[in-house]
Every structure is written in C-alpha cells, then in structure tokens.
C-alpha cells in the first residue's frame, strides 16, 4: 500500500513538472464534476474533469473511456466544425519527412500523437509503471482533446511528421509531433522587440526509433511556417539548462537564449529552465 501512495506522489509530481515545463497539457475546469466527452468516428472519449477533490491520477484514469457509438465524431475548434487552410496540406518536406497540420477529426491520429507524446515525457517508474504511463498517458490525451475543441484554427495546432514515403497513406506512422499555441505572457513579450502575441513551441517529441534522423529540425521549421502564416514574428520555447542536445538543436534552428530561470529553483530540486526565441520573416 506504501509503494502505490510513493507511486501516486511521483505520476503526480511528473504530470505537474511536465505542465509547467512544456505547457501542453491545458486544465480542464468545467462547471460540472461529470466527465465530459467527445465522439469520434464511432467511439466516445471521455474527458477527465478534476475537482477539488479528485487526484491528478483519479482523473487520468477516467480519461480514456471508449464505446461503441454510432454518433458522427465531432470536434469543434472555437465553436467551427471546419477548418480550412490546412488539412492535408503539407508544411515542409525535408530530409525524408513530411510535416502537417494533425487531423482534428480523425481519432487515430489523435491517439498516435498521445502515444508519441506521452513515451517521449514519461519517466519510468521501479514500481507500478505501466499503470503509471497508462494514467499518464490518459492526461496527454485528455489535454489534447480539450485543446482541440475549445482553440480557434489560428490559434492552437498540433503538427506530426512521417515518412515521405507513406504520403498517399490514408493512416501514416507519425514519427513526431509538436504543439504550437500563440500566448501573451507579459514575462516573455518584454523580450519581443514590438510584439503583441507570439507563437510558443512545445511538446516536441520523437518516437525513440526515429531520434536523430533531422525529424526535430523539420517539425521546427514547420512551426516557423505556421509563425509565418499566422502573422506571428516571434516564435518561443523554453528548455532544461542542462539539455544540452536540446539547446544544440533549437540553437542550430536559430533560437537564441533570452533569460532562464532564477538560481532558487534548483535548490527545491527542479531543473532550470531557459527561454529561447526566433524572430522569423526578419534577419536576427
């Protein structure tokens, strides 16, 4: 019984960290405490709602509920059923990989991207991990979902990469996906030289097989084209201070370091983080 409490402390701790660091996960607050869901293709996915006294680990394990259902899948971005100007459109083709927009309406993509996700940020655990990756694995997917229906089409988009080679596949491998969200955090805009809003770039994951094959450096430069599109000049993410393989690649992408945070934060026993950014559509 001690060991399942630790457990719950350490998903608990992880999930928290990975909200904070990454900011992909969005909250859901609802009204109500009844889950809320979705129908897709068929099957109901349900979304986990936290109350006030419900664990992070009792909602995760509510948020993956599929059944049969013969409703038509709906997902709505900002109130639209459909988003135009992306689709299938392909963003960059580069190095053997293809980047586009994930598609909103086709749940199998969706759990490939939790999938992707979710192995990428997990941290095994000596006990109990697979029940922990399963509750993990249920947050991403239940952050995703809400994103998806509740962000307007210029404002949120999930980006996934895959092998040139399956382009007219109807279901592609997806190898990685990004998150892009444009936010206005004060903190960060009085390092953007006359910006309002920028585009923040996280949840950059590969698949382990596919790691070093350039699948990082194209989703970046697909993150730089929806910048560019959205009419965005920034473009911020935050990395670990001591990752230097991540700072390597944003670095090689055009990122440059801004401000990290304050030398407290590691005697509390977290990493330090660094904020980066691009300005694109200008000469840095």
Known sequence: MAHMYQSHIIFT?????LESSQRFITP?????????????NGERVSLAVVSDSQSTAEAAAAAIDVESDDEEMMVSRGGDDQVEGFGDECLVSE??????????KVDSEIKQVAEIQAEAF??????????????????????LL?????????????LVAYSIT???????QFVGVVDVTVLRDEDVLCHLEGAAEYLYVSGIAVSNSFRRQK???????????????????????????DDM????????????????DPSWVSWVGRRRRILMFKRTGHSN
């Not at 701790?13 to 960290?17: C, E, G, H, L, T």
């Not at 190095?95 to 909103?104: D, F, K, P, S």
């Open 13 to 17: 701790k992880r999930f928290q960290q």
């Open 28 to 40: 859901i607050k609802p009204e109500s405490k009844k889950p809320q869901s979705l129908s897709h």
């Open 95 to 104: 190095y053997g990989w293809i980047v586009r927009r994930m598609e909103a």
């Open 122 to 143: 997990h941290e095994p655990s000596v006990v109990f991990n697979d029940t922990l990756f399963w509750f993990f694995k249920a947050e991403v997917l239940s952050g």
């Open 146 to 158: 809400y994103r998806l229906r509740n962000s307007p089409p210029d404002r949120y988009a999930c």
């Open 166 to 172: 399956e382009a007219s596949s109807l279901r592609p």
């Open 215 to 241: 699948v990082a450096t194209v989703l970046l430069k697909a993150c730089e084209m929806i910048s560019l599109r959205w009419g965005h000049d920034y473009l911020v993410l935050r990395a670990h201070e």
């Open 245 to 260: 393989g991540a700072r390597t690649l944003y670095e090689n992408a055009g990122y440059r370091t801004v401000s990290g």
